[in-house]
């Protein structure tokens, strides 16, 4: 997997996982970040399902109809993907490269998967049951 130049993913000391844009990256990273985490959140079946269409996207295949999430709006297409703001009025939108967002996608469920590997631990190292039993 692509480790993303945009964004990476980290778990908040509140506990949820973030999207951070890099240094450096600005709006770019910014709005990237952004959509991960209020539209993507930690749903794999979702980041997935993104992954596959950008893989059918560099393929040549059908878009499919871009749609509007919790805060941001997305097509993806064989050029690439435009995300826009779509609670902030007369936010500009912005243009990514399907190699952009497919890197984005990937460091994202690497997050998301490694944020559920440590939610199993304890504070102690000890793993923790559903019912926060300890083993």
Known sequence: ??????????????GFLEACPRPGTGRHGEV????????VQADLTTARAFLD???????????????VGN?????????????????????????????????ALETWI???ERARRERVKGPDGDRVKANRTRE
């Open 32 to 39: 990237l970040a952004g959509f991960l985490q209020s539209d």
């Open 71 to 103: 805060a941001y709006s997305i097509a993806i297409g064989p050029t690439g993907a435009v995300i826009q703001n779509a609670v902030l009025e007369g936010a500009a939108p912005e243009s990514y490269s399907l190699g952009e967002l497919r890197a």
């Open 1 to 14: 997997m692509a480790k993303s130049a945009l964004v990476s993913a980290r778990r908040h000391a509140a």
């Open 110 to 112: 690497t997050g998301i």
């Open 53 to 67: 269409e950008v893989a059918a996207a560099a393929r040549g295949q059908k878009p499919q109809p871009g749609g």
